[in-house]
T-cell receptor
Framework: NAGVTQTPKFQVLKTGQSMTLQCAQD?????MYWYRQDPGMGLRLIYY???????DKGEVPNGYNVSRLNKREFSLRLESAAPSQTSVYFC????????????FGQGTRLTVV | QQQVKQSPQSLIVQKGGIPIINCAYE??????FPWYQQFPGKGPALLIA?????SEKKEGRFTISFNKSAKQFSLHIMDSQPGDSATYFC????????????FGTGTRLTIIP
């Protein structure tokens, strides 16, 4: 049972480059999320998807785009990476029914130089 | 604007002691308060959660105390062990918020033998 799988685990980008972070879950969850984790700031929500075909902005959406490709997959795209986007990115999923547990992937450590 | 304030940032406790981590929230619409535990290189994992209709919840050695009037909640770890050394995050969400979690800034807990 894989849970939430993120790829890649590590990535180094040059400023201005683009990339897509992939996330897939095998728990038949309705809701999926992208968070970023920075020292001293906890986890902050970038985007979320309450169901297949819908996406909404979270607390820090600027510089990012997302796609809910199907019920299993939710990708995060950086169109033009900036050093301020250096962070650890976590994908999560949940049933989406009145605050059930959110399951997190192992994270992607992204460095933008 | 930080909606969930967590303290302390770091905590060192001797084995067998009772570390206490505190959180305070501002949004009175929050009605679900989970605690997540994160080990280095891993994603956060749900530890224990509480709703505001109870003042205390225990699961094994972990206890959440909740004070609705003060808008505060705390995590106590009884008989702490070196294996409890991790970063702990409090969080909050609303029933109608699509389970979007607002996290505190985290507490790095070290249990020394």
């Amino acid at each position: 049972n894989a849970g939430v799988t993120q790829t890649p685990k590590f990535q180094v980008l040059k400023t201005g480059q683009s990339m897509t972070l992939q996330c897939a879950q095998d728990m038949n969850h309705n809701s999926m999320y992208w968070y970023r984790q920075d020292p001293g700031m906890g986890l902050r929500l970038i985007y979320y998807s309450a169901s297949e075909g819908t996406t909404d902005k979270g607390e820090v959406p600027n510089g990012y785009n997302v796609s809910r490709l199907n019920k299993r997959e939710f990708s995060l795209r950086l169109e033009s990476a900036a050093p301020s986007q250096t962070s650890v990115y976590f994908c999560a999923s949940s049933l989406g029914q009145l605050n059930t547990e959110a399951f997190f992937g192992q994270g992607t450590r992204l460095t933008v130089v | 604007q930080q909606q969930v304030k967590q303290s302390p940032q770091s905590l060192i406790v001797q084995k067998g002691g009772i570390p206490i981590i505190n959180c305070a929230y501002e949004n009175t619409a929050f009605d679900y308060f989970p605690w997540y535990q994160q080990f280095p290189g891993k994603g956060p994992a749900l530890l224990i959660a509480i709703r505001p209709d109870v003042s205390e919840k225990k699961e094994g050695r972990f206890t959440i105390s909740f004070n609705k009037s003060a808008k505060q909640f705390s995590l106590h770890i009884m008989d702490s062990q070196p294996g409890d050394s991790a970063t702990y995050f409090c969080a909050a969400s609303t029933d109608f918020g699509n389970e979007k979690l607002t996290f505190g800034t985290g507490t790095r807990l070290t249990i020394i033998p």
